[in-house]
């Protein structure tokens, strides 16, 4: 009679993994997968005979894509025209590879900074403190704007929820055993 009862109670944890799995989906655990984002061309001018430059805009903004914006537009600017980011954009990490890494390689800023041809820069401070007119951009320029990294993976988080409600029912079983077994 005693092994009865633990063995009902772990063939009922197997029997609500096995459910709850087959139906997650449906519970809003697969929620996090997106379909890739499709690219677009954008054209921007403000004058039908304004020279335009190619730059290609892509990662965490609302319309990434390829870009014919008037020479000269700097970086704010362009994350502007695409919408900005999205929720999960990091602007504090803003990637752009220069064609020609000369134009930028004079830039005394704090917020911006070289590795090997390509700059990272902390958009966020460009907006705080200014100093955006320098972040010219040119003819095939790459801009990738990343998307934040969160404290706990999707993965990790769905490890400890699923052990949170093994470690409750596997408790209330307890519980319901030793108060039923005294009266």
Not at 73 to 93: P, V, Y
Request: net charge positive; with cysteine; aromatic share 6%.
């Amino acid at each position: 009679m005693r092994l009865q009862r633990p063995l009902r109670f772990i063939m009922a944890i197997v029997l609500l993994i096995t459910c709850s799995g087959a139906h997650a989906d449906d519970m809003g655990l697969l929620s996090d997968i997106k379909p890739p984002q499709q690219t677009s061309e954008y054209i921007f001018r403000s004058s039908p005979k304004e020279s335009l430059v190619t730059v290609q805009l892509l990662g965490a903004v609302n319309k990434p894509g390829i870009y014919y914006v008037p020479a000269g537009t700097d970086l704010l600017k362009l994350i502007t025209l695409a919408g900005g980011t999205t929720n999960g954009g990091d602007l504090s990490e803003v990637i752009v590879r220069k064609m020609e890494p000369k134009t930028w390689a004079e830039i005394k800023s704090k917020a911006v900074n070289e590795y090997q041809g390509a700059f990272e820069v902390d958009a966020e401070k460009l907006i705080k403190y200014g100093g955006t007119r320098s972040l010219r951009l040119h003819q095939d320029d790459f801009v990738y704007v990343p998307p934040r990294t969160p404290w706990i993976s999707n993965e990790t988080a769905r490890g400890i929820t699923l052990v949170s409600v093994i470690l409750g029912i596997a408790l209330t079983a307890v519980l319901i055993d030793k108060n039923t077994g005294n009266n």
